[in-house]
T-cell receptor, first 111, second 115 residues
């Protein structure tokens, strides 16, 4: 599985946008970019995933670089409940590959 | 999103006993289920992958005789920690996915403490 690199931690103010970066320079053509987040003492929660085009859902937006070597998860208005560890993970489509978690980015949100 | 449940949410047991953790996909048929383990302040580590009706595939370094996985139906997988020891104390998280689906859903986790 191709590797991803994320900052260890980031801080944000409540109600401001947050841009969480992820580098994946060794991504293969069939790898999807998945984002999950984990709140303290809970299982991970699916956030969003994409292949080439930018993606939007009710939780977040995913901006994927044209060369696909990096991506950014965008939380449009951070709330205190968004404080979590965010994981950027590469996985093949369908049944190809497993979700292998790295260290992720710990996001703190200040009121 | 889809719902995955785990039971129990928390268990404390004595060293040497066995503990069974259940994982259920409540609103979809999970052809593949996964078991992860997470130690404090660390990331999730994949222990094994199981397809319904087949034997589980264990990751390197995970003892299959110690961590018994059963995936007998499309909605239920169980993890049994046999002869548990204090070093097995951890947060165990299951996950489920439909065949060919991209999205994987996670349970809330089970906190195991072995005394």
């Amino acid at each position: 599985d191709a590797k991803t690199t994320q900052p260890n931690s980031m801080e944000s103010n409540e109600e401001e946008p947050v841009h969480l970066p992820c580098n994946h320079s060794t991504i293969s053509g069939t790898d999807y970019i998945h984002w999950y987040r984990q709140l303290p003492s809970q299982g991970p929660e699916y956030v969003i995933h994409g292949l080439t085009s930018n993606v939007n859902n009710r939780m977040a937006s995913l901006a994927i670089a044209e060369d696909r070597k990096s991506s950014t998860l965008i939380l449009h208005r951070a709330t205190l409940r968004d404080a979590a560890v965010y994981y950027c993970i590469l996985r093949g489509m369908g049944s190809q590959g497993n979700l292998i978690f790295g260290k992720g980015t710990k996001l703190s949100v200040k009121p | 999103g889809a719902v995955v449940s785990q039971h129990p949410s928390r268990v404390i047991c004595k060293s040497g006993t066995s503990v069974k953790i259940e994982c259920r996909s409540l609103d979809f048929q999970a052809t593949t289920m996964f078991w992860y383990r997470q130690f404090p302040k660390q990331s999730l580590m994949l222990m094994a992958t199981s397809n319904e009706g087949s034997k589980a595939t264990y990751e390197q370094g995970v003892e299959k005789d110690k961590f018994l996985i059963n995936h007998a139906s499309l909605t239920l997988s169980t993890l049994t920690v046999t002869s548990a020891h204090p070093e097995d104390s951890s947060f165990y998280i299951c996950s489920a996915r439909r065949l060919t689906a991209d999205t994987q859903y996670f349970g809330p986790g089970t906190r195991l403490t072995v005394l």
